[in-house]
């Protein structure tokens, strides 16, 4: 397989696990708050019901967030290949290399460190639009783009 294929779907990975710990997180609130139902009356039960309440509530940004990352990432082409730095780029500089995606940390593909970064990000910025041959100075550290997938 691909370099770009593998870390697509690592990124891919990474987004499921995060959607089913959420998942379950949601899924123990919600029995949290069926228990509660069911239990003593008064203040303590309405603060609990409260604050089970804010955690559900804390869960579903979570899971739209989880969302939108599944949307960023289907919007690459994973066959594509690309000679300007743009998402669903895999960038290899003189200091990293990068996949130009989400923000799903850091991959080893056949022994060779990538990181998964949104274009978002600082770093994902001073790459944008980039070339091979160009050189990038981030947080004080200057680095050439190598080589663009």
């Known amino acids: 397989m691909e370099i770009k294929e593998s870390l697509y779907a690592k990124c891919n990975e990474y987004i499921d696990n995060r959607f089913q710990i959420i998942q379950n997180s949601i899924n123990e609130i919600q029995e949290s708050l069926l228990s509660e139902t069911k239990s003593s009356a008064g203040d303590k039960h309405e603060i609990g019901r409260a604050m089970l309440q804010l955690e559900r509530e804390k869960a579903g ?46 991959f080893t593909i056949d022994t060779v460190e990538f990181f998964a970064i949104s274009p978002n990000t600082p770093i994902g910025q001073l790459l944008l639009s980039k070339q091979v041959g160009d050189e990038v100075i981030f947080r004080e550290r200057k680095f050439k783009i190598k080589e663009i997938l």
């Open 61 to 106: 940004q979570q899971l739209a967030e989880v969302q939108k990352l599944k949307e960023t990432l289907a919007k690459i082409d994973v066959i594509k290949p690309t000679e300007i730095v743009c998402l669903g780029s895999v960038v290899y500089t003189s200091q990293a290399n990068y996949f130009i995606s989400i923000s799903a940390g850091k």
